[in-house]
């Protein structure tokens, strides 16, 4: 997907998964770029309210990762089993 949102912007973490549930209908509980946790809907409001307005590479910046235009995103969705070894596949997200 083109991850670049309305304003020309790289998307934040909720327009990624506002694009997902629109899209395929999913709905995310836990988003990841390795082990990098971009969005998990288990934590509290605080940190669900700051991750959710973060652009996709702000955590990556702050974990100390490089720049990247790519983006390889796991994810896991409501009702299924986070450590299950059929999960779905990656989300490839591309940045302005």
């Known amino acids: 997907m083109q ?3 309305a304003d020309g912007q790289e998307m934040t973490v909720q ?3 506002d694009w997902m549930q629109r899209t395929h ?3 995310v509980t836990m988003l990841l770029h390795g082990y990098t946790m971009l969005y998990d809907r ?3 409001e605080k940190t669900r309210t700051r991750q959710l307005a973060q652009r996709l590479s ?3 910046e702050d974990a ?3 720049r990247q235009r790519e983006l390889q995103l796991t994810y896991v969705c409501e009702g299924e089993d986070p450590e299950a070894e059929d999960a779905r596949p990656p989300l490839l997200c591309s940045l302005p």
């Open 64 to 66: 100390g990762e490089p």
């Open 58 to 60: 702000a955590n990556l």
């Open 15 to 17: 327009e990624v998964l």
């Open 3 to 5: 991850a670049v949102g």
């Open 42 to 44: 288990g934590g509290d």
């Open 25 to 27: 209908g999913w709905t």
